[in-house]
């Protein structure tokens, strides 16, 4: 009965040995996968950080852009009334023409 076991340990031994070996390769390959990985992670974050700025400065002009065109518009409708009396006077300047040259 003892020369089973040896029999059995003698011929599974090399090749539990062999698995272990291709075990500890592979976790060896895992652990490089998992390095890549982080590593392409951490440079998408930092590109995706950088076109997030990007992005902010670009609508942050836009802002500005829009900014100075509602201001040009405040600026404009401040002068609308000015320019409805300026019209009302210039059509009561024709009329008072209108009446100086037929009492002249």
Known sequence: MEKIPGWIERLLLPKLNEITGEIKAIHTRID??????ASLRNEMMTKFEAMDVKVDSKFEAVDRRFDAVDSRFD???????VMEKMAEFEVRLVEIEKKLSAHA
Do not use: F, G, Q, T
């Open 32 to 37: 490089v996968v998992e390095k890549e990985i």
């Open 75 to 81: 600026s404009l409708e401040a002068r609308i009334p």
